[in-house]
């Protein structure tokens, strides 16, 4: 059972190049979500989705982009690198429900900017 | 302004004894709750939940108690084992939205 798959694991980044980090699920679950989680504190949302096409912001959007054009996949963009974006970034998704599902998480891409 | 706090960074417990993860939020419109648990280097997994129409759910070992008067919820390990040594979080959720608040974790040490 894959479950939630987040590739690269670790990425090292220079300020100002972009990359995107990668998301899928095999549950064909709805909705969607984008965390980073910063040291001593706790996950942060900066994307979500509800299904394909539809996205929306979450509590730290700022730098970042999504897009999600099949049920499976939820890639996260970020376009111009900052030191402040360096974190562990969790992709997650949850069945019908909405927030009241447990969601199921990937494990994580390490990333620093330097 | 954090909506859900966690106030005790870690928790060190003897095994066999109980523990006891503390969790308080603010927003009065959280209405369901939900615990957890993340080892180093994976994700966090799920571990029990609560609808603001109870004030206890019990699962095995692991029991979450709810106070709405009090804007506090609780999570007990009974009995605690070393691989219950991780960081817990605790979460919360207003069943209208799609959003999910998460506290900042609590480190949980059980010592054999």
């Known amino acids: 059972n894959a479950g939630v798959t987040q590739t690269p694991k670790f990425r090292i980044l220079k300020i100002g190049q972009s990359m995107t980090l990668q998301c899928t699920q095999d549950?064909?679950?709805?909705?969607m979500y984008w965390y980073r989680q910063d040291p001593g504190m706790g996950l942060k949302l900066i994307y979500y989705?509800?299904?394909?096409?539809?996205?929306d912001k979450g509590e730290v959007p700022n730098g970042y982009n999504v897009s999600r054009s099949t049920t499976e996949d939820f890639p996260l963009r970020l376009e111009l690198a900052a030191p402040s974006q360096t974190s562990v970034y969790f992709c997650?998704?949850?069945?019908?429900?909405?927030?009241?599902?447990?969601?199921?998480f990937g494990d994580g891409t390490r990333l620093s900017i330097l | 302004d954090q909506q859900v706090k966690q106030n005790s960074p870690s928790l060190s417990v003897q095994e066999g004894r109980i523990s006891i993860l503390n969790c308080d939020y603010t927003?009065?419109?959280?209405?369901?709750f939900l615990w957890y648990k993340k080892y180093p280097a994976e994700g966090p997994t799920f571990l029990i939940s609560?609808?603001?129409?109870?004030d206890k759910n019990e699962d095995g070992r692991f029991t979450v108690f709810l106070n709405k008067s009090a804007k506090h919820l609780s999570l007990h390990i009974v009995p605690s084992q070393p691989g219950d040594s991780a960081v817990y979080f605790c979460?919360?959720?207003?069943?209208?939205?799609?959003?999910?608040?998460f506290g900042a974790g609590t480190r949980l040490f059980v010592k054999a």
């Open positions: 549950m064909n679950h709805n909705y």
């Open positions: 997650a998704s949850s069945g019908a429900g909405g927030s009241t599902q447990p969601q199921h």
């Open positions: 979460a919360a959720s207003d069943t209208g939205g799609f959003k999910t608040i």
């Open positions: 927003n009065s419109m959280f209405d369901y």
């Open positions: 989705s509800v299904g394909a096409g539809i996205t």
């Open positions: 609560i609808s603001s129409i109870k």
